[in-house]
C-alpha cells in the first residue's frame, strides 16, 4: 500500500499561484490513479483532480478546470496540483489521493468511491 507525504500549502495573495507536491512512499505510483481533494470549513470534501499514473489520464472537477493542472514526476515519484488565479474560496484543506487500477473505468468512479490511500493534507489560505 502507498503512503503519501503533502507539501507546497501556504499563505498566498489572491491571484497568485501556488503549486502543491504529493510523494509516494513505500511504493510508487505505479498502476495507480492519484487525484486531489479539497475541504474548506464547514463544507463537504471536493474532488479536484486526477491523474492516471500510468496511462496519463486526467480529469478536472468543472469548478476547476482551467485554473489548475495536475501533473507527474516519474523520476521523482512525485505528483503536483498547480494552482492559477487564486481566489479566496480556494481557501481549504487539499489532500492528494491514490487508489489502484490506472484504467477508464476506475478512472470515473475516482471522485466518490472509497480510496486506498489519503495525505496528511496541506491547508492553503488565500487573502483577499
Known amino acids: 500500500q502507498v503512503q503519501l507525504v503533502e507539501s507546497g500549502g501556504g499563505l498566498v495573495q489572491a491571484g497568485g499561484s501556488l503549486r502543491l507536491s504529493c510523494a509516494a512512499s513505500g511504493r510508487t505510483f505505479s498502476n495507480y490513479i492519484t487525484g486531489w481533494f479539497r475541504q474548506a470549513p464547514g463544507k463537504e470534501r471536493e474532488f479536484l483532480a486526477l491523474?492516471?499514473?500510468?496511462?496519463?489520464?486526467?480529469s478536472y472537477a468543472p469548478s476547476v478546470k482551467g485554473r489548475f493542472t495536475i501533473s507527474r514526476d516519474f523520476a521523482k515519484g512525485t505528483m503536483y496540483l498547480q494552482i492559477n488565479s487564486l481566489k479566496p474560496e480556494d481557501t481549504a484543506v487539499y489532500y492528494c489521493?491514490?487508489?489502484?487500477?490506472?484504467?477508464?473505468?476506475?478512472?470515473?468512479?475516482?471522485?466518490?468511491?472509497?480510496?486506498?490511500?489519503w495525505g496528511q493534507g496541506t491547508l492553503v489560505t488565500v487573502s483577499s
Open positions: 491523474l492516471g499514473w500510468n496511462s496519463g489520464i486526467t
Open positions: 489521493a491514490a487508489d489502484p487500477g490506472d484504467s477508464g473505468s476506475r478512472a470515473s468512479s475516482f471522485s466518490y468511491r472509497n480510496l486506498e490511500a
